[in-house]
């Protein structure tokens, strides 16, 4: 089981959503700022200790590495985003909206990656902008 991709995104699943909360709780007794910069550096010393332990060597060229880099970028103005609304508005409104950043994603993979579209997948967007309408209002 804990080699199925399945199995990973659940474990994200989880791990984000305890994250989430843990992370609200954190901007009641520190700035977002703060919590934030805590928070990611925490977790990019569990990435780097994830890859030092792992037994294969570590693969990287420089174009992966500009990529990356533009990743980050991403991920970074994602949790400034995120820290913000956590410290302006309810948990459960920016968590919600937050996490369906797949929507985005599965619209780009299909623009960008020629990945297909299934009407289940379109579907599934639709219902996830719903969830937004509803969570806005």
């Known amino acids: 089981m804990l080699s199925s991709p399945v199995a990973y995104g659940l474990l994200a699943m989880v791990a984000w959503g305890v994250w ?5 709780v954190a ?3 520190v700035s977002p ?3 934030m910069v805590v928070s990611y550096a925490t977790g990019a010393a569990i ?4 890859v030092l332990s792992r037994p294969a060597s570590v693969e990287f060229s420089t174009r992966g590495l500009g990529i990356a ?16 609304g956590l ?5 459960g409104v920016v968590t919600t909206v937050s996490a369906l950043y797949f929507v985005v994603a599965a619209v780009l993979a299909v623009l960008f990656l020629n990945e297909s579209a299934s009407l289940r997948t379109v579907a599934g967007i639709a219902t996830a902008g719903v969830a937004v309408w509803l969570l806005a209002g």
């Open 33 to 35: 700022e703060v919590a």
């Open 27 to 29: 901007t009641d007794h």
């Open 69 to 84: 880099a533009l990743a980050g970028v991403f991920a970074g103005v994602g949790a400034v985003a995120f820290y913000v």
């Open 47 to 50: 990435a780097f200790g994830y």
């Open 20 to 24: 989430s909360v843990v992370a609200e």
């Open 87 to 91: 410290d302006r508005g309810s948990t």
